[in-house]
C-alpha cells in the first residue's frame, strides 16, 4: 500500500512526484555524474530521459501496490524556496519479517547541511510508526561515505560490507548495509525524549553539606569538555568516618541531539563502593545525597544503568524506587561496548 503522501520537516517537504519536476530533477542531480555514479542508474542526458526515469519509477512502485506491499516515493522540496532538491523512498522488501529498503539522492549544493538526514528520519518514523515494520534497511557503494554518514546520523546501525557484490554501471562495487529495527526506533524516540527534559546549567554551584547520619559526600572534582561533548560533572569521595568507602558522580544535563547519546546508555549517576563495605545500602544513601545537586539545576529525572551481569547495582536502582525502563543493547561506538559490555539496564529516578 501506497504510504503518506505529504510528509512535513522542519525545512523540508516530502511529496509525490511529478512528471513536472524532471526540469529539477535533470538540473539538480540526474545529469551529474559525479552523483549517479553511485547508483544503478544511469546518467540522464535529457530532461525527456528524466520523465521516463519519474514513468518508469512510477510502474514500479505500481507494481508493489497490486502485490499489496507498502512503499512510499518523494520528491524532497526545500519549504522555503520551493525548490525539488532531491529524491527519497522505501519499499517493502520481506513481507514475513516486515522488512523494508529505503534510497535516497541529493543535489550537490545541499549537501553537508541535514537535509537528507532530516528526511531519512521523517521516512522512519513513517516506516515504524504508521506502517508498523519491524527493520529498514539501506546499502551504498562503500566508496560514496556521505551516504553512510546520512544513516549513521539518522541513528541507523552498520551491519557490514558486502564484497564485488553488485555490478552497477558497468562496475563491479562493494557495498556496506545498515539497518535500522521498531527496537532501535523505540530507543531513539526514548533518547529525544530525555533530552528534552529541563536543566539548567550556568556554572558549577559551592555544593553544601551532603551527609546522612552515617556517610558523607566530598566533592573532589568539578569537570567539563565540551569539546568530547562530555556534560558538567561533580565527583565526590563517599566517605564514613575518617575513611573513604567509594566513588559517585553527577553528570549535569542530558545530552543534545542524536550524535550525543553517551548519557542514555551511561546515565547521570555512576557509583562504586570498595568491597569491604558492600551489601550496606550505601550506594542508594549515597545517591539520595546527591538529590539537593540536581535539583539546584533542575533535574527532576536521573537515569542509572548497569550492567545485566551486575545484581548488586540493580539492587541499589530497586531500592531507591527507580524504573526498570528496559534493558538495550549497547552501540558499537559506546565505551561500554568496547570494554565489553553488550547490554545496559535504563533505569529512571524521579527525584
Known amino acids: 500500500m501506497a504510504g503518506e503522501k505529504y510528509m512535513q520537516t522542519k525545512r523540508l517537504t516530502l511529496r509525490p512526484f511529478d512528471i513536472s519536476d524532471a526540469e529539477a530533477m535533470y538540473k539538480n542531480w540526474a545529469q551529474d555524474p559525479d552523483i549517479i555514479r553511485f547508483y544503478t542508474h544511469k546518467t540522464c542526458e535529457s530532461v525527456e530521459a528524466v520523465r521516463e526515469w519519474i514513468i518508469n519509477w512510477a510502474k514500479y512502485f505500481t507494481a508493489l501496490e497490486e502485490k499489496g506491499w507498502d512503499y512510499g516515493s518523494y ?3 526545500q519549504t522555503s524556496e520551493g525548490e525539488v532538491i532531491g529524491t527519497i523512498d522505501y519499499a517493502e522488501s520481506d513481507r514475513e ?3 523494508a529498503e529505503v534510497g535516497y539522492m541529493l543535489g550537490k549544493p545541499w549537501r553537508g547541511k541535514g537535509y537528507m538526514t532530516e528526511a531519512l528520519r521523517a521516512v522512519l518514523a513513517h516506516c515504524f510508526d504508521t506502517v508498523g515494520l519491524n527493520r529498514v534497511w539501506a546499502n551504498y557503494n562503500a566508496l560514496n561515505t556521505a551516504s553512510g554518514k546520512v544513516l549513521a546520523n539518522a541513528g541507523m546501525t552498520y551491519e557490514g ?5 553488485t555490478m552497477n554501471n558497468d562496475e563491479i562495487q562493494d557495498r556496506e548495509q545498515y539497518a ?3 527496537e532501535d526506533w523505540d530507543i531513539q524516540k526514548e533518547i ?5 527534559l529541563p536543566c539548567v546549567f550556568e556554572g558549577f554551584i559551592t555544593v553544601p553539606a551532603l551527609s546522612d547520619e552515617e ?3 566530598v566533592c573532589t572534582q568539578k569537570y567539563t569538555n565540551p569539546e568530547k561533548k562530555h556534560v558538567p560533572a561533580y565527583h565526590f569521595a563517599i566517605c564514613k568516618g575518617g575513611e573513604k568507602i567509594g566513588n559517585i558522580g553527577l553528570r549535569i544535563g542530558y545530552g543534545g541531539g542524536p550524535r550525543n547519546q553517551n548519557l542514555y546508555y551511561g546515565g547521570q549517576i555512576g557509583y562504586d563502593i570498595d568491597e569491604a563495605h558492600r551489601g550496606n545500602g550505601y550506594a542508594a544513601r549515597a545517591c539520595r545525597l546527591l538529590i539537593p545537586v540536581a535539583q539546584t539545576h533542575q533535574m527532576h529525572t536521573l537515569l542509572i544503568t548497569n550492567d545485566i551481569t551486575n545484581p548488586a547495582s540493580m539492587r541499589v536502582c530497586e531500592k531507591l524506587g527507580a524504573t526498570l525502563i528496559r534493558t538495550a543493547p549497547l552501540p ?3 565505551d561500554l561496548f568496547r570494554e565489553g559490555q553488550r547490554f545496559s539496564n535504563i533505569y529512571e529516578w524521579r527525584i
Do not use: N
Open 180 to 182: 535500522m529495527l521498531r
Open 192 to 196: 529525544a525524549h530525555y533530552q528534552a
Open 332 to 334: 558499537p561506538w559506546h
Open 97 to 99: 519479517i516486515r522488512a
Open 161 to 165: 560490507l558486502r564484497r564485488q557484490c
Open 215 to 217: 556517610i558523607f559526600l
Open 75 to 77: 520528491a524532497i522540496v
